[in-house]
């Protein structure tokens, strides 16, 4: 990680019923304090401009320390289309999210959380979970798990590349 690059780690737990789950997470190093990085992070409707895949991203509704997220992403062959809530946590510099069903959804269920912990006055750890996603579609989970091993540290390395440019940086078309 001290090179710069995203780091990408499944993640495993054991709930209160015995079952062990798990989720991915990835890992990046950015070069700008987590005040910085959290108030560019936090321009939800600018998403699309250097997150992998992601044609739109919308603030339909923004209220205290809530937003209302609509996004499409295009998956190679299929766009999919979906609404998320986000709980913005100011104070940890941390964003959780979930599907929103009252709106139009292409998937089952997703959720996570991305998150900015300083490691110094200069750099800012950034964190990205996806502990829930379910396409609604008959893929084998070693499908599913690769393909989230692939998405996760592209989208932290977009992200820090987003931030280290002072918010100018965007994805190739």
Not at 35 to 52: I, M
Not at 126 to 143: C, D, N, R
Request: charged residues 30%; hydrophobic residues 35%.
């Amino acid at each position: 990680m001290k090179a710069g690059e995203a780091v990408y780690q499944h993640v495993q737990s054991e709930g209160k019923d015995g079952k062990t789950t798990g989720h991915g997470e990835s890992h990046v190093l950015i070069n700008k304090r987590a005040g910085e990085c959290f108030r560019v992070f936090l321009e939800f409707d600018k998403h699309q401009l250097y997150f992998p895949r992601k044609k739109a991203s919308e603030v339909v509704k923004a209220w205290d320390d809530k937003a209302l997220v609509h996004k499409v992403f295009d998956f190679y062959v299929v766009e999919v289309e979906y609404a998320v809530l986000c709980t913005i946590d100011s104070k940890n510099r941390r964003v959780d999210f979930q599907l929103d069903t009252k709106y139009k959804h292409d998937i089952e269920d997703t959720a996570g959380y991305f998150l900015f912990e300083p490691v110094d006055e200069k750099t800012t750890l950034f964190t990205y979970a996806a502990t829930k996603v379910q396409t609604g579609l008959k893929v084998p989970f070693s499908i599913q798990n690769y393909l989230t091993s692939r998405d996760l540290p592209d989208v932290v390395a977009n992200v820090k590349m987003r931030i280290e440019s002072g918010g100018t940086w965007t994805k190739d078309k």
